[in-house]
Each structure stands twice: as structure tokens, then as C-alpha cells.
């Protein structure tokens, strides 16, 4: 099992930023690869960005390239999203998850992921 513990949530001014973080405990070793994911009010959940922990370019998806960064610290196992020049549809609950199986490391197919953390809310004003 894994555990993922979101923080870094908030409100924000557009052209804001503001940095997520993800803190995993368990077993870590089993992850293939963790990203983030979010979801707005009356819209399905869509992969914001995913990396392979042992490795590899981040992905993105296009409404945040540019302006949201991935990154890991290992020795913290420890998640983070930079997210940068903010627009009030990034507004969302965003979620940090795992998974064990590399076969739905991908953005899209989140609801293969298995493990998956209570969220944190992000809102942003105009």
C-alpha cells in the first residue's frame, strides 16, 4: 500500500503561482510512476502531468505546458507541482497519485491508477 498526503493548496490571483507538494509513505518501491491530476465542478478528472520515478521526461497535458512543472525529490519521496502563471480554469481540486502497473502511466488512463491522495483545492481569480 501507499500512501499520499496533498498540501500546497490554496487561493490565488490569475498570474499567480502557487507549489503542490505530495508526500508518499508505504511501499514506495512498488510505484512505477506518480503525477498529478485534477478536477472541476461538473468535469471529468484529467491528467495534469505524470513522470516515471526511476526516470524519464515528464508529461503534460497542453493546457498546462509552459506553465506547470513535475518534480521529485527521492530522498523525501516527496512530489511536487510548480504551477506557474495560473488561469482561473486551472481552478480545481487537484489530486496527486500512484501507480504500480507502468502499463497506465499516462495521462488519460487515471482510472487504472491505483493509489490516490484526498486532494487539495486550487482556486483562482480573475
Known amino acids: 500500500q501507499v500512501q499520499l498526503v496533498e498540501s500546497g493548496g490554496g487561493s490565488v490571483q490569475a498570474g499567480g503561482s502557487l507549489r503542490l507538494s505530495c508526500a508518499a509513505s508505504g511501499y514506495t518501491a512498488s510505484t512505477a510512476c506518480m503525477g498529478w491530476f485534477r478536477q472541476a465542478p461538473g468535469k471529468e478528472r484529467e491528467g495534469v502531468g505524470i513522470l516515471y520515478i526511476r526516470g524519464g521526461t515528464p508529461y503534460y497535458a497542453d493546457s498546462v505546458k509552459g506553465r506547470f512543472t513535475i518534480s521529485q525529490d527521492n530522498a523525501k519521496n516527496t512530489l511536487y507541482l510548480q504551477m506557474n502563471s495560473l488561469k482561473p480554469e486551472d481552478s480545481a481540486m487537484y489530486y496527486c497519485?500512484?501507480?504500480?502497473?507502468?502499463?497506465?502511466?499516462?495521462?488519460?488512463?487515471?482510472?487504472?491508477?491505483?493509489?490516490w491522495g484526498q486532494g487539495t483545492q486550487v482556486t483562482v481569480s480573475s
Open positions: 497519485a500512484a501507480v504500480a502497473d507502468s502499463r497506465w502511466c499516462s495521462l488519460r488512463r487515471w482510472n487504472g491508477w491505483n493509489y
